[in-house]
């Protein structure tokens, strides 16, 4: 529902702000009408005009214990009111929450903190190509790890690149973004998702000069892609006999999937791991965490060793937000809440795209979960993903945000559940998205 104030905000904002607003996706250009949020509240969002959206996209994904969490928030302000930073030395909180991610995240022995997944990705490869005196990283089709230089390419690339291309091990980088660096794009090797043969070829031919190979352990930038064994066997394997370090991008995946991350889920440890989103449930704190060899080339003066700086690091408020929130996750078993009611939306929705003969699937993982039309196998790879009916998903979209339910209109997005999702929330979401499907299905 748009109205006077919508129009008059959004108009505003598209004078001031590109796109009209923040954030990546320019959500503006998206949504089939303008709209404007002015408060959150557990699954709630409400609008500029006072319409209540139950809240899918939570911010992204960082909402894992729903908004204006009571705890999450009075730790934040207890920290404001101890002064909000201090920018030198050590503070207790840092210490502890350093400590907490030690404790949970199995193959992390230090903890570097920043406030953007971005930033964690940025320091990981920093602390890599310092390790290895190399330069060139290996990433993944269809995987993000935030907006830089290093990594912001071939994670959407557009159908018109994949026609005729080579079958070969390796994938010319798609740059993301107008403005990237081609020293950047030179010095990345893109590699299929889920394909050993072709890793294992793209490390004999690069092995020796790569600083590092980073992906998303579930790549949820692309809906979801789920590692298959032999994929993680060569992972873990070349990368260890190499001794090329491994970075883990759990910045969707950790604390929301699991307390201790995908990396104990799989079974494999990285040398690197990035988190932030669900580990301070929407403040903004980030980490990027490893092995102690790796970390500690961070720990000289400025004049020596590796960089790793920012005014905003290791912000209290910031801190104080993850203190609460890793607790909570770990304590009320958040994880195992939101995994069972992500089983039975995806469960549900698979049901109704039966019922309605409606050509599509639903992806997802634990909390996570997606619907994409055009497309029935499981998607492996970022080629299985290429070619949906966005079309579809954006009327999909149009009409369950008729029915008072939020989500990014754009198939390779998510939805993202928490723990102030209920039953109650998920059988009006499969009554309404049953009166959506059974109208798409006529059309
Ligand atoms: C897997 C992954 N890595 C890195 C990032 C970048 O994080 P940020 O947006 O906090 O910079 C994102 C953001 O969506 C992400 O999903």
């Not at 320019?26 to 409400?46: H, K, N, V």
């Not at 995987?143 to 994949?162: I, K, Q, T």
């Not at 005014?311 to 958040?334: F, H, M, R």
Request: net charge negative; hydrophobic share 40%; glycine share 10%.
């Amino acid at each position: 529902m748009t109205g006077d104030r919508t129009n008059r905000l959004v108009s505003r904002a598209r004078e001031v702000v590109p796109g009209g607003a923040q954030t990546g996706l320019r959500e503006q250009a998206y949504y089939p009408e303008d709209i404007a949020f002015e408060a959150a509240e557990g699954a709630t969002l409400t609008t500029v005009e006072g319409e209540e959206l139950t809240d899918y996209h939570m911010a992204f994904g960082p909402i894992i214990l729903g908004h204006g969490r009571e705890e999450v928030d009075a730790a934040a302000k207890r920290a404001i009111d101890a002064g909000v930073l201090y920018g030198a030395a050590t503070t207790e909180l840092e210490v502890e929450v350093a400590e907490r991610l030690v404790d949970l995240l199995p193959s992390v022995e230090m903890v570097n903190f920043c406030n953007s997944g971005s930033e964690a990705t940025y320091h990981a490869i920093r602390l890599a190509r310092a390790y290895t005196g190399n330069e060139k990283v290996l990433k993944f089709e269809g995987c993000y790890h935030g907006w830089h230089d290093y990594v912001d390419m071939s994670v959407y690339p557009p159908e018109e690149e994949l026609a005729g291309r080579d079958d070969g091990p390796e994938i010319d980088p798609y740059p993301e973004s107008d403005g990237m660096l081609s020293a950047a794009l030179d010095n990345t090797v893109v590699v299929p998702f889920n394909d050993p043969e072709a890793f294992r070829e793209a490390m004999a031919t690069h092995g020796d000069e790569l600083a590092g190979v980073i992906l998303e352990p579930v790549p949820h930038s692309v809906g979801c892609l789920e590692p298959t064994e032999a994929f993680l066997d060569a992972l873990e394997s070349e990368t260890d006999d190499r001794d090329v370090p491994l970075v883990f991008d759990e910045v969707i995946t950790a604390f929301r999937h699991s307390a201790d991350g995908m990396q104990a889920e799989l079974g494999v440890s990285p040398d690197l791991t990035c988190v932030a989103k669900a580990m301070g449930n929407g403040y903004p704190v980030a980490a990027v965490g490893g092995r102690e060899d790796l970390l500690s080339q961070a720990g000289g003066d400025n004049k020596s060793g590796v960089v790793i700086s920012g005014t905003y690091s290791g912000s209290p408020v910031g801190l104080a937000a993850a203190k609460e929130t890793l607790d909570l996750v770990a304590s009320e078993d958040v994880p195992a809440y939101v995994t069972d009611l992500g089983d039975r939306y995806r469960a549900g929705l698979a049901d109704l795209l039966d019922d309605h003969g409606v050509e599509g699937r639903v992806v997802g993982y634990r909390s996570i979960f997606g619907l994409q039309f055009g497309a029935s196998e499981r998607p492996l790879t970022y080629e299985d993903v290429a070619e949906l009916d966005e079309e579809r998903f954006r009327e999909f979209a149009a009409g369950m945000r008729e029915r008072g339910h939020f989500f990014t209109p754009n198939p390779y997005k998510r939805h993202h559940l928490s723990l102030a999702h209920t039953d109650d929330h998920l059988a009006a979401y499969l009554d309404d998205a049953d009166a959506v499907l059974a109208d798409l299905s006529r059309r």
